[in-house]
Every structure is written in C-alpha cells, then in structure tokens.
C-alpha cells in the first residue's frame, strides 16, 4: 500500500528565506503525487501534482516540487517565503487499495505547519 | 462559480444525538469522499462514493453513515455510536473518469466543524 512521510510536524522560516518542507513517499507503481495547501479553518486547495511529464512542478504562489525517484521524494520549495505562506501543507500519494469505476484514492500525509517569522 | 458547499460551518452535537452533515457538489464529479480531520493526524477517510447508490467503506467509517441518492450530494451522518465526534469535517470530490492524474484531483469544501455540548 501507499503511504506518505512528511518530516517536520512544523516548521518555522524567517520572511524571505528558502522554505523546504519534505516529503518521502512508497509506492509500488509509479505513483501520482500532490501538495495541497490549507489555511486555518478552510479547505485545501491544490499547489501542485507530479505528472510524469517533468520532474520539477511549478505550482501555485511561487512553489514548486521535484520528483527524485531515487530517493522517493517529492519535496516541496519557494526561494522566499512571504508572510501569507503561513499554513499546513500536506504532501498526498494516489492509492491504488480501492481501484474501481476510474477512481484512486488519495493518501494524505500528516501535514507540516509552516510558520513565518517576519 | 463551481465548487462544492458544506454545511453548517460549525455544528454542536448533544450526547446520544445523531448529526447530519450536508456536501453538495456542482462540478459534475462523479466521486465523492468525506475525510476526518484531526490536530496532527492529518486526514482519515471515512466514505467514499464513485457514483451514485454506491458507496464503501474507508479508514474509519464506524459510528458513520452516508448516502449517494443524487450525484451532486453526499451527505454524512455521524451517529450516536461515534463516541469522539468532535473534529474538523471534508468533504472533497474528484472527476472519477478520464485520465490520471486529472481523474485523482480532489477539490475540497471549506469544511464543518463539530463539536460536543
């Protein structure tokens, strides 16, 4: 089965340094991968997907990712951090337990709190 | 504008009382999940629907219930068995067909959060 580590449960970066929040995932088959973000209170709204087509993603607000097979990892940078990065940041891997009519399952990690310092 | 509603925002349950939770979805998506959302657990799934009047099991469904009587609603039920209801609730749908990983995209409700008197 699937499953996601993020390390760091939070993490604290001054306004306009590098952020990097990690993410480790394992799959058996070439996975589909994603970062979401969540603002206090809200839902999540998606950053990110890997897609095959390259290894580094753009994405919404500055960030981007890179697939390194080699290392089963998917994580997640912005060269400056600005004070509305504050949020929990959720890396997901595409779970193939429950295939069906087309639909996969997505396996979240446990989030990472990002906190900017001004 | 598309996007899927929860509601109420904020709910508060009375011991041994069952609460409904509303989902509804204009975006056309045939897949439905509702996901339980605690400090520092991240999300746990407890249904998903793929289409309509079909619905499985997730993670932790116990003391759960939902239906799928209509495409765009997938209301959830937490009953009284759910002895540790409080928690944040989402509510998420995705398209269900075409090509990954468009087809796994999940689009998300702003959430309800429930509460115990």
């Known amino acids: 089965a699937q499953s996601v580590t993020q390390l760091g449960s939070h993490v604290s970066v001054s306004e306009g340094a590098l952020v990097l929040l990690r993410c480790n995932y394992s799959?058996?088959?070439?996975?589909?991968l994603f970062w979401y973000v969540q603002y206090p209170n809200q839902g999540l709204q998606l950053l990110l997907k890997?897609?095959?087509?390259?290894?580094l993603v753009k994405g919404i607000n500055g960030f981007e990712a890179e697939f390194k097979k080699s290392e089963t990892s998917f994580h997640l940078t912005k060269p400056s951090a600005h004070m509305s990065d504050a949020a929990e940041y959720f890396c997901a891997v595409s779970d193939q337990r429950f295939p069906g009519a087309g639909s996969y399952q997505l396996t979240f990690g446990k989030g990472t709190k990002l906190s900017v310092i001004p | 504008d598309g996007g899927i509603t929860q509601s109420p925002k904020y709910l508060f349950r009375k011991e041994g009382q069952n609460v409904t939770l509303s989902c509804e979805q204009n975006l056309n998506h045939d897949a439905m999940y509702w996901y339980r959302q605690d400090p520092g657990q991240g999300l746990r799934l407890i249904y998903y629907?793929?289409?309509?009047?079909?619905?499985q099991k997730g993670d932790i469904a116990e003391g759960y219930s939902v239906s799928r009587e209509k495409k765009e609603s997938f209301p959830l039920t937490v009953t009284s068995a759910q002895k540790n209801p409080t928690a944040f609730y989402l509510c998420?749908?995705?398209?269900?067909?075409?090509?990954?990983?468009?087809?796994?995209?999940?689009?998300f409700g702003a959430g309800t959060r429930l509460s115990v008197l």
């Open positions: 629907s793929q289409i309509v009047n079909d619905f």
């Open positions: 890997y897609t095959s087509a390259a290894t």
């Open positions: 799959s058996s088959v070439p996975p589909y």
């Open positions: 998420a749908s995705s398209p269900g067909t075409g090509e990954p990983p468009a087809k796994n995209i999940q689009y």
